[in-house]
């Protein structure tokens, strides 16, 4: 384990791969997802994932203003705005792209990276955060196709309290 301090750029998580050590974690993500197959099979494929990813770091910053924010009165704002506001638009983007698919996932016929993100948006720390998913069936219906998968339900039954 790499402690802070000596991290590339001093920030966590980090992820060792044959002794260096690499920071930021969408690049781990991404090079997780390309070793274990679940990035794109080709390159356009792979350009769609990422933007999904990238989407999913728009939310994480809207959720780190809050996190940072000190009055009390004001992150009481920004989470009534990501409610109401911030959250609709961002599902909305996602169930436009799993309707323009229309596989059930977010790029090509299998899972990927794309779907990681979605899932970890509607189950993670933000879940209950959000506006919820009755007015985004196509969302829902991803999540518990996600949840369904052995590895993944799995997972989530023994993940830490969020």
């Not at 506001?85 to 599902?91: A, D, G, K, Y």
């Not at 919820?132 to 949840?147: C, E, M, T």
Request: glycine residues 6%; aromatic residues 10%; contains cysteine.
């Amino acid at each position: 384990m790499v402690a802070k301090a000596s991290a590339p750029f001093q920030q966590t998580p980090t992820l060792e791969v044959d002794g260096k050590v690499f920071a930021q974690s969408t690049a781990i993500a991404s090079f997780l997802a390309r070793e274990f197959g679940l990035h794109g099979k080709t390159n356009l494929e792979s350009l769609e994932i990422d933007q999904w990813v990238n989407l999913q770091q728009d939310i994480i910053d809207e959720v780190r203003r809050a996190k940072l924010e000190k009055d009390p009165e004001r992150v009481e704002e920004i989470w009534k705005n990501f409610k109401e506001t911030f959250s609709p638009r961002f599902l909305q983007f996602f169930e436009d792209g799993l309707k323009q698919n229309g596989t059930g996932f977010l790029v090509g016929d299998r899972l990927t990276l794309a779907d990681l993100v979605l899932f970890d948006v509607i189950t993670g720390v933000v879940a209950n955060r959000t506006c919820g998913l009755d007015s985004y069936p196509l969302v829902r219906a991803h999540g518990d196709k996600v949840a369904a998968i052995e590895g993944i339900r799995a997972w989530v039954e023994s993940r830490p309290a969020l």
